[in-house]
Structures are given as structure tokens and as C-alpha cells.
């Protein structure tokens, strides 16, 4: 990383140890090295060599900067009662990213009794860094250059995520999308990431809705898209918290609240909206 911007300054060292661990998976990543080595991790997942090249390298840099222990999606790990821990997602969108699709998310989050403190997400589409402190705000990092990155419901785009295991939430998903897409209200977006969280962070995206998460995949963009002013919540609406096992995020209380509507009647299934 270059020179630390200026309106960075007040970040806390683990912030920054966030931003390199996530830029040095962004790295990796960029490299391939690995990506033809594409294994199953079951039914329609996958995990290639460049996921666990870019862990690798991800815990290296966290363990350099801090002691807390690392859970990382592909060699797991385990917190420890009391202590803060990392959670990392070193490629979120592998199979984007084995089908040389750029779109994809390195994502690098602490957590601390039950709330992300501080995150940075690595945009695989463009290089961006994000970063993200508790009460301390959202920004886009390029270089020596930070933004503060605000949501915004302007587009009117939506993307949904996650598909469900069980048959119920299946049906529930199927009726949510059906009606988003023929209610008129919404352009309708899936990009097989959570780098829809950045999307949403930085204004491009009105709402994202996640059927099926955990926290490795979400936490660093749930704390992302909470201090860019956005809302965050469960499908029924609960707080959203690193134990949620969905999220829905929204530009704002109104459009949170259609979106809350929308999955509301899909699980009616009566889809009217």
C-alpha cells in the first residue's frame, strides 16, 4: 500500500492490517496461480487453488499484524472464547472467478463479541480497496487517494443471492424474485458475490438481499454498507448480527422497508406487489 491517505488517519491498526491482508489477496488472486486446480466442495460448490493460495497469504499478513485467530473459508479455524477473531473469505464469487468472470470479492473482517469492529473487502472487478471502522465510516481506497462512500436508492437496482437449502426458503426465494422482477419497482440484479455489499456501499445498487449467508462471506461487507449509511437486517427484519443466517441490505429506511414487503408476501406466496 502506498503513502495512508490523509482521511485515513484515524483508523486503527487492525483496519489497516485489514486493508494490506485484503490487498495482498487481491494479489494473489490476480495472479491465478491455481485457478485451473478446480475442485467441488459439494453439489455447486467449488474451490480452486487460488482460494487457498489467497487465504494463505491473507492469514500470513494477519498473523504478522495481530494475534487473534484467523477462520478463513477454506481451512477453517476456531475463535476463541473472549477474544476478537478474523473472518476471511479470500475469493467470495470462486465460481465467477474459475469462469474468468471478474467479479468477485477478497473479504477480511475482525469480529468482537458478536460485531464486525473494523473490515476491508477487495473489489476483484476493478482492484479497489474498501475499508470500514465502526463509527468511523466507509471509503474507497485507490493508491494514496480515499473517498467516503455513501448508499444511495437512485439506481433502483436490486440483487438477490444466496440460494436456500431448505425446500421452504427455495419456494420463498423463487416467489421473491418472481415478484421483484414483475412488480415493475425494480431492475433486477444476481452477480454470485458479495461484492454486492461494496456495490451497495458506494451508491451502484438501491438493495441486496442475501437468502442463505455466513458470516465469513458477510461480515466484512455488512459493517461496509452499515457505515456508508445503508440498513442491514434479517429477512424478517431482526438486526442483522454475525449469527443472522440472512441479510437484507437497503439504501435506506423506505426502500428497507418495500424490500421487507416484497419478502413478506413471498412468503405468503402471494407475490403481491
Same mark, same amino acid.
Request: aromatic fraction near 6%; charged fraction near 20%.
Given at each position: ?74 481451512? $477453517? ?36 463479541? $458478536? ?19 465502526? $463509527? ?7 493508491? =494514496? ?13 436490486? *440483487?438477490?443471492?444466496?440460494?436456500? =437449502? ?16 414483475? $412488480? ?16 451497495? !456501499?458506494?451508491?451502484?445498487?438501491? !438493495? ?10 458477510? *461480515? ?54
Amino acid at each position: 500500500m502506498e503513502k495512508l491517505p490523509e482521511a485515513l488517519r484515524g483508523l486503527r491498526p487492525e483496519a489497516l492490517a485489514a486493508m494490506q491482508a485484503a490487498e495482498r489477496g487481491l494479489g494473489v488472486a490476480f495472479a491465478r496461480v491455481g485457478a485451473s486446480d478446480v475442485r467441488s466442495k459439494g453439489g455447486l460448490d467449488i474451490v480452486t487453488g487460488t482460494d487457498i493460495a489467497a487465504e494463505d497469504a491473507i492469514k500470513t499478513v494477519l498473523s504478522e499484524r495481530s494475534d487473534f485467530p484467523v477462520v478463513g473459508e477454506e481451512s $477453517g479455524g476456531e475463535a476463541v472464547p473472549g477474544m476478537p477473531c478474523w473472518l476471511v473469505d479470500p475469493i467470495c464469487g470462486t465460481r465467477n472467478f474459475a469462469s474468468q468472470v471478474p467479479v468477485f470479492a477478497v473479504n477480511v473482517a475482525l469480529v468482537d463479541e $458478536g460485531r464486525t469492529v473494523c473490515c476491508a473487502v477487495g473489489d476483484g472487478s476493478s482492484g479497489e480497496l474498501y475499508v470500514a471502522q465502526r $463509527g468511523f465510516g466507509a471509503f474507497a481506497v485507490r493508491g =494514496s487517494h480515499a473517498r467516503r462512500v455513501r448508499s444511495s436508492g437512485d439506481s433502483h437496482i436490486l *440483487a438477490v443471492e444466496g440460494w436456500p =437449502s431448505e425446500k421452504s426458503q427455495r419456494a420463498r426465494f423463487a416467489n421473491f424474485v418472481a415478484a421483484a422482477i414483475s $412488480g415493475g419497482k425494480w431492475e433486477f440484479r444476481s452477480f454470485g458475490t458479495t461484492l454486492s455489499l461494496v456495490y451497495l !456501499a458506494s451508491g451502484r445498487l438501491s !438493495a441486496y438481499v442475501l437468502f442463505s449467508v455466513s458470516p465469513v462471506h458477510t *461480515a466484512a461487507g455488512a459493517l461496509l454498507v452499515e457505515e456508508a449509511g445503508a440498513v442491514v437486517s434479517d429477512l424478517d427484519g431482526r438486526p442483522w448480527t454475525v449469527a443472522s443466517e440472512s441479510l437484507v441490505a437497503a439504501s435506506g429506511d423506505a426502500v428497507h422497508a418495500q424490500v421487507l414487503d416484497l419478502l413478506a408476501a413471498a412468503a405468503r406466496g402471494d407475490g403481491r406487489l
